[in-house]
């Protein structure tokens, strides 16, 4: 019996001490990760993303390089007026179109492209090309274009700290492609052939 109330005892005292020892994993575990997530990604200078979108019967889908703005000049500073841009970060944009696609009265067949720009202050062209698979805009060739469309920025949004890519169905089988960033924002629009 004594045997019995000592095996008891220390079944209770062990119990606790495993209760008291999650209890505090748990905390430490809930307290340590949140904020080191929310940070990490403030500390990376780009990060890979991806885009998809269903317009009709087409699939779209991108891969890119999200940077932050950092509180960085962005317009004209780190990413200059008036010459080719990836659209991103390190490697070009690419868009896979699943079928073909007719952006500013061009037929674009169905495969895999880069999306390129060339900011301007009042306008922007965008740029589907061939090559999708680049550095930076190291290879880039206009010979390669599929299609270029002059467009407006939209330059009064709100702050968006990650470049970011979104694919919207407008009905009728048309589409639009909206990259943001920082306080600009820039639209492709595109139909299902």
């Not at 005292?13 to 809930?30: P, R």
């Not at 087409?58 to 200059?80: K, Q």
Request: include cysteine; proline fraction near 4%; glycine fraction near 8%.
């Amino acid at each position: 019996m004594k045997n019995l109330s000592y095996l008891l005892l220390a079944m209770v005292l062990l119990t606790a001490a495993c209760e008291s020892k999650k209890s505090s994993t748990d905390e430490h575990q809930h307290h340590a990760t949140e904020p080191v997530v929310a940070s990490v990604d403030t500390l990376k200078k780009s990060i890979p993303k991806e885009a998809h979108g269903q317009v009709g019967g087409v699939h779209v889908s991108m891969a890119y390089h999200a940077p932050g703005a950092r509180g960085r000049v962005i317009w004209g500073g780190l990413v200059p007026f008036n010459e080719v841009w990836v659209t991103g970060a390190h490697s070009a944009t690419s868009i896979t179109f699943s079928k073909d696609v007719e952006i500013g009265g061009v037929t674009v067949p169905e495969g895999k492209y880069a999306l390129f720009t060339i900011p301007g202050k009042d306008s922007w062209q965008i740029i589907i090309n061939r090559n999708w698979e680049q550095h930076l805009a190291d290879d880039y060739s206009a010979a390669e274009d599929v299609v270029r469309v002059e467009v407006v920025p939209q330059t009064d949004l709100p702050l968006q700290e990650r470049l970011n890519y979104n694919i919207e169905d407008k009905g009728d089988s048309k589409g639009a492609i909206t990259m943001t960033w920082e306080k600009l924002g820039v639209t492709l629009e595109f139909s299902d052939k």
